[in-house]
């Protein structure tokens, strides 16, 4: 599950659905949201802990049968571009819950619109 942490809750609810189902899920953590211009003691740490969670939830993709995408509202953002790219990169199938993501080559790594954990859950 890749989405915004602007969306937080309403992905929650949706991957809770998708458990419920009995589907694994590998949501993003945003247990403590760390917001994008937070510094730590150092510029290193700062740096080792964002790529720390890039790459944690590389591996998530890299684990998953799918790469879905909840792009409400058609909203994607820097990191869920770079998921869709590493997914794309892994030939992972690309689902969405809304067609567009605000960009036309994003657009174009979507390969199935699926707007509701039960019909998601049936592709599963």
Known sequence: MCG??????????FCAELEKMGVLVFAPSFDEVISEDTQFETAYV?????????LEHFDW?????VCYVFNKDSY??????????????????????????????????????????????RVL
């Open 4 to 13: 915004s942490k602007k969306y937080r809750e309403e992905i929650a609810v």
């Open 76 to 121: 994607v953002g820097a990191s869920v571009t770079m998921e869709m790219a590493y997914a794309s990169a892994l030939a992972k199938p690309i689902f969405a819950l809304q067609p567009a993501t605000g960009d036309p080559c994003r657009d174009a790594l979507i390969d199935k619109v699926i707007a509701t954990p039960k019909a998601l859950a």
């Open 46 to 54: 700062t740096n080792k802990l964002f790529k720390g969670l890039t």
């Open 61 to 65: 993709i890299r684990k998953a049968e």
